[in-house]
């Protein structure tokens, strides 16, 4: 999702993402007819050839319930090691070690088979074996929303025409601190399936951990949780990840969706489904994230969710990030198309606005940095953004804020 770290004045900039679409050519003589079976045997080929890319042979396939398919694919076989850098990369089980005050569990590393403390559909029909890591299979519907294939799982921004008439804008309720070197960073995200009103919407909650400058040179660590439906085919609520090393130009891509990201554990599958969510007035579901640069090792950035060692960014991606992060952000982030030239009615975090506090609006807890002398601590002279307060606002208390809005309403029309 677009960062918006940094100065202010970005968020009035347009931000721009690609819709692509295959028209067929009519079909009106002979020379018409041939040119069309050309051009749709291309494109079929073009989708084979990038679904055998992401698809590796699978050990086991899971069928969902929810209707994804988990593939367990050999863990030295993932797609990490189609980049060029990790070509003779060797993997690592868990950091070496780990900052001042973060308290680590036995049992809960990678190797063990206790139970995540995270719940996805797919494990009602099965798990993945040791040596295996959860892939969603991607399917051709998947590449065929994207419009291209080599598009798929990645963001496009400078790119859509006419995008200051179509008034395309990304809108953010967030927590920042800056100002420090950062290794790191911690927290609690309340779990919601917020609504969408278009597929080209979305909706999530997440965090941010940057280096750099957006209108220049960035690169960024994200994961979170999201409802996008052109990217994974339905509204439901899927955890994710993602990366870039030059500010979302031509790097990175959501999940493993691209090489990079290098997973270790066999129990959670990113872009699969996270259930159960949060019910209004009752009871609330959480998902613990933790990011840390192994320093003392390889500089690795690595990432645990619900208190097991997933997987982590080699430090040999980054160019800034191969150093420290200069921000660390938290918080919610929707796209509003301005159908009608009304506001989106996409929702963030629980469509409820954080006044309505606890069991009601969605929130972040458990807030920590790791800060430049590698010590896990609270937020310090953290502030809030927002780019619309009568859309989607936050209420920050230091060590915990409620966020989240429902988008149109009365006072945003």
Same mark, same amino acid.
Request: hydrophobic share 30%; with cysteine.
């Given at each position: ?32 007819? =041939?040119? *069309? ?10 989708? !084979?050839? !990038? ?31 189609? $980049?060029?850098?990790?070509?003779? $990369?060797?993997?690592?089980? %868990? ?27 797919? $494990? ?32 496009? /921004?400078?790119?859509?025409? *006419?995008?200051?008439? @179509? ?12 100002? #420090? ?13 917020? $609504? ?18 957006? #209108? ?18 339905? +509204? ?12 979302? %130009?031509?790097?990175?891509?959501? =999940? ?8 270790? #554990? *066999? ?30 090792? =390889? ?7 619900? !208190? ?16 420290? @992060? ?16 009304? /506001?989106?009615?996409? !929702? ?10 606890? &069991? ?41 804020? +409620?966020?989240?809005?429902? &988008? ?6």
């Amino acid at each position: 999702m677009a960062l918006p770290c940094g100065s202010r004045r970005r968020w009035s900039r347009v931000v721009k993402m690609t819709f692509c679409l295959f028209f067929l050519i009519p079909m009106s003589s002979v020379g018409n007819r =041939n040119t *069309n079976t050309i051009f749709n045997k291309k494109q079929k080929l073009e989708v !084979q050839q !990038q679904l055998k890319r992401l698809n590796k042979p699978a050990l086991k396939s899971i069928e969902s319930p929810d209707g994804d398919i988990i593939d367990c694919v050999d863990i030295n076989k993932q797609p990490a090691f189609d $980049h060029p850098l990790l070509k003779n $990369h060797t993997i690592q089980m %868990r950091p070496s070690s780990y900052p001042e005050g973060f308290s680590f569990d036995e049992s809960n590393d990678v190797s063990s088979n206790s139970e995540p403390k995270v719940s996805q559909p797919w $494990h009602l029909n099965g798990r993945c074996p040791e040596g295996t890591i959860p892939i969603r299979r991607t399917k051709e519907e998947d590449l065929l929303r994207a419009g291209s294939a080599a598009n798929y799982g990645r963001k496009k /921004h400078n790119s859509i025409p *006419n995008a200051d008439v @179509a008034g395309i804008t990304h809108e953010y309720a967030l927590l920042a601190e800056e100002g #420090d070197k950062y290794y790191g960073m911690m927290a609690n995200m309340n779990v919601w399936n917020p $609504h969408t009103m278009d597929s080209n919407e979305f909706s999530v909650s997440q965090f941010w951990i940057a280096a750099g400058d957006p #209108d220049q040179d960035l690169d960024t660590i994200e994961a979170g949780i999201t409802v996008y439906e052109n990217l994974y085919g339905d +509204y439901q609520t899927r955890l994710f990840t993602f990366w870039t090393d030059d500010s979302y %130009r031509t790097t990175g891509c959501y =999940n493993l969706n691209c090489p990079g990201f290098v997973q270790v #554990d *066999n129990q959670i599958a990113v872009g699969a489904t996270v259930t159960p969510y949060s019910i209004y007035g009752d009871t609330q579901r959480t998902l613990e994230f933790y990011v840390y640069k192994d320093i003392n090792g =390889n500089g690795d950035w690595w990432l645990k969710i619900a !208190q097991r060692n997933f997987g982590y960014w080699p430090s040999s991606l980054f160019s800034l990030l191969s150093d420290s @992060a200069s921000s660390v952000q938290w918080g919610g982030e929707v796209t509003n198309l301005k159908l009608g030239e009304q /506001h989106t009615t996409t !929702q963030m975090g629980s469509g409820h606005f954080p006044e309505e506090g606890p &069991g009601k609006a969605s929130y972040f807890d458990r807030l920590n940095v790791i800060d430049g002398k590698t010590v896990l601590r609270g937020p310090r002279n953290s502030h809030t953004q927002t780019t619309n307060p009568n859309c989607y606002n936050i209420i920050n208390y230091g060590d915990h804020f +409620y966020y989240g809005g429902p &988008g149109r309403n009365p006072n945003c029309p």
